[in-house]
């Protein structure tokens, strides 16, 4: 007895639903590889889940901005407007950059220069002994920053040791003066040609006795 035709709907059993989902993209993932490899075909395919998640296949001779431009070619349907062009290009234009400033990097670094020609080997030299003058300029520049901020530093160290012998001097000065203020006034009391008597404050207290 065969199966049952199944209906093509909507499962409303959320359980249900990503079994069958689970079970229908690892399916359909694998029909994509199998024709890849039998067939010799180029395959890409896209599948987002209700959720949002992202599951992509293609074929490892190809990559999948590859079968998009390819079919925007064949099917005449604009894909992306002239803005993204513009990006896309842009982005192509920096990567093809970095890649050759990465191999001018090995080159400097002395690595896969043997295919170079000898032009090439002068304009890398040039550009080391140039490197190597800035370099030798630039530490040059901050030697001279160091000794102006070290001479600077000892100029008011002087300036604040001389400050600090100033008060002390003149401090000392205060205190000498005070002492011979202090001797001045004990020589005069003691030079004074006249002595206090002092008188009682009842003066009939002696005529009573």
Excluded at 175 to 188: A, K, N
Aim: charged residues 30%; hydrophobic residues 35%; proline residues 3%.
């Amino acid at each position: 007895m065969g199966r049952g035709k199944i209906e093509i709907k909507r499962i409303e059993n959320s359980s249900n639903r990503q079994v069958t989902f689970a079970k229908r993209r690892a399916g359909l993932l694998k029909k994509a590889r199998e024709i890849g490899v039998l067939c010799d075909a180029e395959v890409g395919v896209v599948i987002f889940s209700s959720a949002g998640k992202l599951y992509d296949f293609w074929t490892p001779k190809t990559t999948l901005p590859r079968i998009l431009e390819k079919y925007q070619t064949n099917s005449g349907k604009i894909l992306w407007d002239e803005k993204h062009k513009s990006i896309s290009a842009e982005i192509d234009r920096v990567k093809k950059e970095n890649d050759n400033m990465q191999i001018e990097l090995r080159h400097m670094k002395g690595e896969d220069v043997n295919s170079l020609q000898p032009k090439e080997l002068i304009a890398i030299e040039g550009a080391l002994q140039n490197g190597q003058t800035n370099l030798r300029d630039k530490m040059m520049d901050h030697w001279k920053m160091h000794r102006r901020t070290e001479k600077m530093l000892e100029e008011e160290h002087k300036l604040l040791v001389m400050r600090v012998h100033q008060q002390e001097a003149e401090l000392s000065g205060s205190m000498s003066e005070m002492e011979l203020g202090y001797h001045q006034s004990r020589d005069f009391t003691a030079q004074m040609p006249f002595t206090f008597r002092v008188q009682p404050s009842h003066p009939n207290l002696q005529e009573d006795k």
